[in-house]
């Protein structure tokens, strides 16, 4: 199963879909693009030098674990999609949209609730059983690799957390697409050459 599988499991269609007033196939399709964008930055940014503090934010929501969305803290979601992507919910949105054809306001809606469930399912992995535990010996890069190996499948053998780094870790949970250094939200490449790297 691919970690985005995995993740989409976590998340409780119907509800979700009544909490945003929005159809389940628009809420399904929304979670599965917002998932991939949240990852994809995170690969990004990761890659320009923003590993410490992605490892340092997973940490405290694993310690302080988001499980069910009615009471998912959604202004701590939209400052994840704020440094994750740079900007706003409703902007990011809008450019998700621009390249997958999904519903924006459904998405800016989502982003929010669904940021912290990826950092909660992710600091989940970096503090949960031995398989990640031994990733985690390598950095949230090990980790990553470990848990999003080619082709998106789980494994169960640690990644050396060298080797291209996280972004490149990442390519096969992204569709085989590693995004590059110097293309994080913060950089020249911007949110467009994010999510041109990963839809």
Not at 55 to 67: E, G, L, Y
Not at 115 to 127: E, F, I, Q, R
Not at 175 to 190: D, I, K, T
């Amino acid at each position: 199963m691919s970690a985005i599988d995995d993740i989409l499991k976590q998340v409780p269609i119907s509800q979700l879909a009544s909490q945003v007033g929005a159809s389940e196939g628009d809420t399904q399709t929304a979670v599965s693009h917002a998932v991939t964008s949240l990852l994809g930055g995170m690969s990004a940014n990761a890659a320009d030098g923003g590993e410490a503090a992605l490892t340092a934010a997973v940490a405290n929501h694993a310690a302080n674990p988001t499980t069910d969305i009615a009471n998912v803290d959604t202004a701590d979601g939209a400052k994840i999609v704020q440094n994750v992507l740079g900007t706003d919910p409703k902007a990011a949105a809008t450019a998700v949209a621009a390249k997958t054809g999904a519903n924006s306001d459904v998405l800016a809606k989502v982003m929010p609730i669904v940021a912290p469930m990826v950092m909660t399912y992710l600091g989940s992995k970096l503090t949960g059983g031995s398989a990640a535990k031994t990733a985690v010996a390598g950095g949230l890069g090990g980790l990553i690799g470990n848990l999003f190996n080619k082709g998106g499948q789980t494994s169960t053998a640690a990644a050396p957390a060298s080797s291209g780094g996280i972004s490149s870790l990442l390519g096969g949970l992204l569709g085989g697409n590693s995004v590059p250094a110097g293309n994080s939200a913060a950089s020249s490449g911007g949110l467009s050459g994010i999510l041109s790297s990963i839809f």
